[in-house]
């Protein structure tokens, strides 16, 4: 079984600060992996994700992530926190093995992040 | 880029009573779709998938007699909660994917169920 580890509820950054949210997961195999952004009373948007080849992915509205098998690690970065950027953000897995019908999405616990002024 | 929509956004009613809500891919064909529950600031739990034109697969724990999921056509998946209680009141949110073979799911706006 897959799992995906999101320590702690709330991360707060000023604007124009570094953005650093963790991942880790756990799979008997390298996995797909997702980071998702949802905003208040809204769905989920798909911020990026790793599947295969380069290790660095980037995403839209300027983030990043690093797939990083040694450390099963997909942590979520951004050099420069922006007031927009405040929502709930969301790390994802899927077994690549596993195909069809059964390709499903394991999302860790969510964390908040806030862009203070 | 692929829009999935859901209808109602927002829904109170009645406990003992039912709600149905609709989850459409707009400018795709899902054939696969998926439909989780949110509760307050916590994650997604996958209730359940379906696949067009056959019966949905439930996770474990959660009531197929409860949670109706019919995934008639290649776009549209509905979500019934039958003699819903106070207790089935969360943030309802579908997903779909474009074809078997693709890794990647599309977030419908999700819908608000209050029971009263």
């Known amino acids: 079984a897959q799992s995906v580890t999101q320590l702690g509820s709330h991360v707060s950054v000023s604007e124009g600060a570094l953005v650093l949210l963790r991942c880790n997961y756990s799979s008997s195999v390298p996995p797909y992996l997702f980071w998702y952004v949802q905003y208040p009373n809204q769905g989920l948007q798909l911020l990026l994700k790793?599947?295969?080849?380069?290790?660095l992915v980037k995403g839209i509205n300027g983030f990043e992530a690093e797939f990083k098998k040694s450390e099963t690690s997909f942590h979520l970065t951004k050099p420069s926190a922006h007031m927009s950027d405040a929502a709930e953000y969301f790390c994802a897995v899927s077994d690549p093995l596993m195909g069809g019908a059964n390709s499903k999405l394991t999302f860790g616990k969510g964390i908040t992040l806030s862009v203070r002024p | 880029g692929a829009v999935v929509s859901q209808h109602p956004s927002r829904v109170i009613c009645k406990s003992g009573t039912s709600v149905k809500i609709e989850c459409r891919s707009l400018d795709f064909q899902a054939t696969t779709m998926f439909w989780y529950r949110q509760f307050p600031k916590q994650s997604l739990m996958l209730m359940a998938t379906?696949?067009?034109?056959?019966?949905?697969?439930?996770e474990q724990g959660v009531e197929k007699d409860k949670f109706l999921i019919n995934h008639a056509s290649l776009t549209l998946s509905t979500l019934t909660v039958t003699s819903a209680h106070p207790e089935d009141s969360s943030f309802y949110i579908c997903s779909a994917r474009e074809g078997a073979s693709s890794n990647e799911q599309f977030f419908g706006p999700g819908t608000r169920l209050t029971v009263l």
């Open positions: 790793y599947t295969t080849g380069a290790t």
């Open positions: 379906s696949n067009e034109g056959s019966k949905a697969t439930y």
